[in-house]
């Protein structure tokens, strides 16, 4: 499987740019190159799990046995940061330029999702295109569903791309040859290709949820977010159309009981949610539409390096004396980002302002449960201290880092090694609770706010939330609902510039950079590094970079 995904990152010149052209123009003899391994279905099965490693790499830090690296913390809190949902304050720099829209086209993380989206795009042409040489099938079925797959992962890859960086050069064959004259493909362009991707995975992937392995893909993940697509393209009736079929399909329910390994333990439903193996159709979830799979000890699963989401979002509460590390309270924190005031609340500490937050006093997302807000010494060795209550304070949580209220959905710690620095739990990537959120985001484009209050009300039923009116339905009252949902799952970047929102909601709740921020905010820029390689022809760089 390395040596697949090794072919497919050195398939394609835009990822290897700094590479020389003797490496480029290798003639390929290893018994698993693709001209060997491409064979069979089970060759393609092999290309297929390749895919996927990529794909649970787009949150791998440092490497180790994962298929991709971007070799440093927290990626994926680069697309949280600069928006209107949290802060990073004295982070370990990784984040810093992109919080404080300070970035350079030499940034680590604009050089490695860059590289990381197009390694995807080449491992997934590649089966494109040696399934249509393949005549050696298992099942007259099985050339293309892997085309299925192949071009899930190729639409999945360019959505990232669009969102970060606008237009970009759209590729979807397999370069042997050297090249320096790449051109950039105009965003509407690409986003065309990725809905026609989308509508054939949608058509031919598998039907039936309880059909496939844990994390395969069925043709629900490809109608969510072909949904999310159409309204990237303010196509709002597509978009409800692609959303629909998901909910109709009834393959698929909002979690409304307890349920899973610790559903006699107190908590609520949305925290069952988040606990460990609760995550899968076979651990009793009907609401998630695609998982990663990233599971402890397991071959193909999670490293720990490969999803260090966890650690950004716990407060590094270990180092206040009286506390030691505990896998009920999220294991190692390293704050690396900290929630905003004004969504979250102040509840429950000892800051002066009162701060009320966006939750209704009987939402369940703001029980004890789903937010920490209540923290105890839990070191028994200070004994003047243990099981006293210590207090949340301006200090702790914007200086110190060291304790904030905190996401216990992002709670993982294991009793064997509380040192950890990766989440081994498997990642809920699309949830039916979502779909509701893209529905009625489809019914506001179309100017219908009773269905699109509706559609939220569905999600806000299972949270036990005050319901909302037709009439209160705006889309800065979907937004909010969103982070209520959604926050840390989602692609909070991606979401506020798809709905157009970015710059007045951080003019809204981002004092930091609400005097700073304007249109060239809106995408990263170019990686250097390709406007370098790049010598037959100007590859303009986005406005406002240098």
């Known amino acids: 499987m390395k040596n697949i995904i090794k072919t497919g990152l050195a398939a394609i010149l835009i990822v290897t740019a700094t590479g020389c052209e003797d490496f480029l123009k290798e003639d390929l003899k290893n018994q698993l190159s693709p001209n060997n391994t491409f064979t069979s279905t089970y060759g393609f099965e092999v290309g297929s799990a390749g895919l996927y490693a ?10 180790e046995d994962d298929a991709y690296m971007h070799g440093n913390a927290c990626p994926y809190e680069a697309l949280h940061v600069a928006t209107d949902i949290v802060e990073a304050i004295n982070s370990d720099g990784s984040l810093t330029n992109f919080a404080n829209l300070t ?13 990381w989206a197009y390694s995807l795009i080449a491992s997934a042409n590649e089966i494109l295109i040696f399934s249509e040489k393949n005549t050696n099938w298992d099942s007259p079925s099985d050339k293309v569903r892997f085309q299925a797959e192949a071009r899930f992962f190729r639409a999945y890859a360019y959505r990232t791309l669009i969102y970060l960086y606008g237009d970009v050069p759209y590729v979807e064959t397999i370069l042997y040859d050297f090249q320096l004259n790449f051109t950039r493909t105009p965003k509407a362009e690409v986003l065309e290709h990725i809905i026609d991707d989308l509508d054939f995975a949608s058509k031919n992937l598998p039907e039936n949820p309880d059909n496939v392995k844990d994390g395969k893909l069925t043709r629900w993940a490809a109608y969510h977010l072909l949904s999310e697509m159409y309204l990237f393209q303010k196509e709002y ?23 899973g390994v610790n559903k006699s333990k107190p ?13 899968n159709r076979k651990g009793g979830n009907k609401e998630s539409v695609w998982v990663l799979q990233l599971e402890f000890n397991t071959i193909g699963g999670g490293t720990n390096s490969t999803d260090w989401t966890r650690r950004a979002w716990i407060p590094n509460y270990s180092g206040i004396t009286g506390f030691v590390l505990a896998d009920s309270l ?12 004004w969504w979250i609340g102040t509840k429950g500490t000892n800051l002066t302002d009162d701060i009320a937050g966006i939750y209704d006093g009987t939402d369940i997302r703001n029980s004890n449960y789903n937010i920490k807000r209540n923290w105890y010494y839990n070191n028994p060795a200070q004994t003047a201290l243990y099981g006293k209550k210590c207090n949340i304070t301006e200090q702790t949580w914007f200086s110190t880092k060291q304790l904030f209220p905190a996401l216990t959905k992002f709670f993982y ?5 509380l040192s950890l620095s990766g989440s081994y739990r498997d990642r809920m990537k699309f949830r039916l609770s979502e779909t509701y959120l893209l529905l009625a985001e489809a019914y506001l484009g179309q100017g219908d706010t009773q269905k699109a209050a509706d559609a939220v009300n569905e999600v806000r039923k299972r949270a036990g939330a005050k319901q909302v009116n037709a009439v209160d339905m705006t889309m800065d009252y979907l937004l909010d609902e969103r982070i209520r949902e959604l926050v840390g799952e989602e692609s909070r970047r991606f979401t506020l510039v798809r709905t157009g929102t970015l ?24 990686p250097q590094s390709i406007i370098d390689s790049n010598r037959d022809i100007v590859f303009p760089q986005n406005p406002g970079y240098k």
């Open 413 to 417: 710690g294991r009793s064997e090694n």
């Open 237 to 259: 009736v597509l978009a409800e159309k692609a959303a629909l079929e998901v909910i109709d399909s009834k393959y698929f329910e909002l979690m409304k009981t307890r349920y």
């Open 54 to 63: 990529l794909t649970r790499a787009e949150y791998n830090t440092w490497g």
């Open 330 to 341: 999220g294991g190692r924190g390293i704050a690396q980002i900290i929630p905003m005031k």
């Open 503 to 526: 710059i007045e909601r951080v003019k809204a709740h981002n004092s930091t950079i609400k005097d700073k921020i304007s249109e060239r905010d809106l995408l990263w820029p170019i």
């Open 103 to 115: 970035l350079t086209a030499e940034e680590r993380f604009v050089g490695s999702y860059w590289n």
């Open 267 to 279: 908590g609520d439903v949305f925290s069952d949610l988040f606990i460990e193996n609760n995550q």
